[in-house]
Each structure stands twice: as structure tokens, then as C-alpha cells.
């Protein structure tokens, strides 16, 4: 008996970290859609709730295979914001440098967000390549 009380808490507990990933994709999603259309920023609000979501909720996922998805996540987060930090300075120069550095950063944002989602919708872990 305890066996399927130990099942059906663990079958609930995935289910609840598999909508707190889907909520965090889908303000990642927005805030990179956001940084790639121009005139959509939705503001980097959403980003910080879906980094604190992700930070907080992380170790509850440990052994698992969303476990991935948070370090994945917080990982993209961290990387595309160094890496509009390091590009800064570009807009400085002229608006045309600074743009394009943006918007390549915002783009490869985009792309892990989809990797990501797309590996979440297919129950796996995401892989680094």
C-alpha cells in the first residue's frame, strides 16, 4: 500500500514541476519574443520571476530528468544577460553595432527557449550540445 501512496506522490510531485517548467518557458518565451520583435518588450520583470521560479524550484527536481530544463534555463538566463552586458558598449559606437549584437543575442536566447520547450514537450531531458 505504501508503495502506490510513494508512486502517486512522486507521479504528483513531476507533475507539478513539469507545470512550473511549462509557466517558466512561457515568460522566457515571452521576454524573447519580446527582445527579438521590436517595440515588444514586455520588461525583464518576467525574466526575474522566471529566474527566482527556477532557482527556487530547482532542487525539488533533482534526480530527475526536468532537473535540465531548470539548469537550462537559469544557465540561458545568466549567459544572455553577460552577454548583453559585454555588448553594451557596442551602442556606444552606433546604434548599428549595438543592434545587431543585440539581436544576435536575443535570437540565440529565443533558440534555447524553443530547444528547450520542445524537449520538455517530448518528456526528455535537455542535452547540451
Known amino acids: 500500500m505504501t508503495d502506490i501512496f510513494d508512486l ?10 513539469r507545470a512550473i517548467g511549462w509557466l517558466s518557458y512561457i515568460l522566457h518565451l515571452i521576454v524573447a519574443v519580446g527582445a527579438v520583435v521590436p517595440g515588444a518588450q514586455p520588461g525583464a520583470v ?3 520571476i522566471a529566474l527566482v521560479l527556477d532557482l527556487v524550484k530547482k532542487d525539488d527536481a533533482e534526480g ?3 532537473a535540465s530544463h531548470f539548469s537550462w ?10 552577454l548583453y552586458i559585454v555588448t553594451a558598449p557596442l551602442w556606444l559606437l552606433l546604434v548599428a553595432p549595438g543592434w545587431i549584437a543585440w539581436c544576435l543575442v536575443s535570437i540565440w536566447f529565443l533558440y534555447r527557449i524553443v530547444r528547450g520547450m520542445v524537449a520538455m514537450h517530448a518528456g526528455r531531458a535537455v542535452v547540451n550540445d
Do not use: M, P, S
Request: without cysteine; proline residues 0%; hydrophobic residues 45%.
Open 46 to 48: 518576467l525574466l526575474v
Open 64 to 66: 530527475g530528468w526536468q
Open 8 to 17: 502517486d506522490r512522486h507521479e504528483q510531485k513531476a507533475q507539478n514541476l
Open 73 to 82: 534555463r537559469i544557465r540561458t538566463v545568466l549567459w544572455a544577460g553577460l
